[in-house]
């Protein structure tokens, strides 16, 4: 009976074992985690989107207070418009404290912190950072901050796809592409746009493109919007007009246009870094108060431009539907430069992404207007121009040229955008990179003295040791190890290979399925031990260089190795060539 008993529990371990295996160390395994990310991420951007349109009612009366912008509050008749001065100060009073005590990552636009978690910290995300990153962004853009809700929506995802990857004890190099999973499956359900995700999570989280993590963040990205499509509906975040090519001779104007709309994403830039400058100069209070207090600015400024209330989609519509003159589109686009940077500087937390699109569509429209009216033979329509600009300032300010064009294509759903959207984010692009050396969100990064294009150079550099890349030591075998079991094991090994020890746990050798195969499938040995089968490759130590860890390999014909500290004999991790081709620049697919 006893024994009985101790079987029916041992299954189920087994059976969780070899699923944790799987997960950690098999593509497929990979995309099932990618895919409950995607699906994790897509309930995310549904509670967060409700979340800020509950805060926006509570502050303002209205679910979207720029439909109306200038209005009273209905609850509060007798303040008039003067409420906006104190709605910004209150919401700054509830979130401030809460970012400061409990996660002080939320603080901010959000990207950066995903960026340097990827880069510096194996993709480690603190879990509360969700939680806490959607009610501040929520009350913050809810109480009239003029910020954008895809960095929180990045960080939220992030965080949860870190925290998976923690619970899964998966590798650095797994857990960093669940991060880049939740920032593709925010931006997808956020936007309603499934191949844009993919992109911004590849261009400016990873920083680098593989088969395995585009396959995982395309899965992420599609689940989260099947999800966010079924609850919030299949049209676009933004109702755009259509847009045509008038004249050839237009591609002209659109360079000039993105020459113009790239120096201002720039400029969008430097004015967000100099207010968070200004700003940490004047305060010399408690941190968890500053939201509060910066709020009244905050709020002054809205009292004389309430079209900067939160993140203005209607105010940006209205500009590329030509609702508004040439002098007022450069009022709102210096108002937004202004307003958002204010908000992030008095310790707000929200997006700069919708911002750029802000400030690109007001410029674009008003370049369009001027060309209309001085050329109106080659100018085609000035929202046209508002459309090309939007793409244009996100190029110029984060330098993501392939984002810029498949957002905005998705936005239009119209080919016929492609060709001058091309040409206008290239040129934004060149014109950003020739201006400044960081964009708007490695700056933040630079200033604590973290480069990450550095280090992305040093990280494709043939020059790295196996120390710096290699995975942990999976499941090991005894000398003693039955080859039925050591069968089954192989079976579920990523690499078809795995460590020996001895019984005092020193290395021994490797063995193979292949090797196991043959002898259990000729039958002669029913119940041999590993230790008759054992393989020695070369010794590969810690500090060995990456290539000569590949041709050790190559050499032997074998997918993988233990790693030696030094002369030791005990193996402190475990290197393969997936890891190795993955790290030398080399596109891989593991499943």
Partial sequence: MAEAVKRSIA??????????????????????LALLVGLGSGLGAIAFRWLI????????????????????HPWLPALGIWFLVLVPAVAGLIYGPLVYWFAPEAKGHGVPEVM?????????????VSLVKALASALCIGGGGSVGREGPIVQIGSALGSTMGRGMRLTERRMRVLVACGAAGGIAATFNAPMAGPFFAMELILRDFTVESFGAVVLSSVTASVIGRAVMGNEAFLSLPAFHLRNPSEFLL?????????????????VLYRMEDLCDRIWRGPEWLRPGVGGLFLGLLLLVLPQMYGVGYPVLGNAINGNYAIWFLVVLLLGKMLATS???????????????????????????????????????????YG?????????GSARAPITAVIILFELTGQYSIILPLMLAVV?????????????????????RGIDLDARQRRGRLPDRTVADVMDPLPETLTTRTKLSEAAQRLAQSADSVLPVLDDEGRYKGCVTAGAV?????????????????????????????????????????????????????????????????SCMGTTTNSG
């Fill in 11 to 32: 299954l189920p371990v087994a059976v969780r074992g070899r699923i944790g295996i799987w997960l950690r160390e098999r593509g497929s395994g990979l995309m099932a």
């Fill in 254 to 270: 659109f360079a000039l246009l993105g020459v113009l709309i790239g120096a201002s994403g720039v400029l969008f830039s430097k």
């Fill in 387 to 395: 459309l090309i600009g939007m793409g244009a300032a996100f190029a």
């Fill in 116 to 128: 340097y978690a990827v880069s510096e910290r194996g993709g480690r995300i603190k879990p509360q």
């Fill in 427 to 447: 040129v934004a692009t060149l014109i950003s990179r020739t201006l400044s050396r960081d964009t708007i969100y490695t700056t933040k990064l630079s200033r």
């Fill in 53 to 72: 349109t509950s805060a926006t009612e509570l502050f303002s009366g209205r679910p979207e207070y720029t439909d109306v912008p200038g209005a009273p």
């Fill in 342 to 384: 204010l908000t992030i500087g008095i310790g707000g937390s929200g997006g700069v992404f919708a911002p750029a699109l802000f400030i690109g569509g007001m410029g674009g429209t008003a370049f369009g207007l001027v060309a209309h009216g001085l050329i109106p033979e080659i100018a085609g329509s000035p929202g046209a």
């Fill in 517 to 581: 195969a043959e002898v259990l499938g000729d039958g002669t040995v029913d119940n041999g031990e590993v230790g008759d089968l054992l393989e020695i490759p070369p010794a590969i130590a810690s500090g060995t260089k990456l290539v000569d860890a590949l041709d050790s390999l190559v050499s032997v014909e074998v997918t993988a190795a233990p790693v030696l500290e030094g002369q030791g004999t005990q193996p402190v991790g475990w290197i393969s060539h997936r890891t190795l081709l």
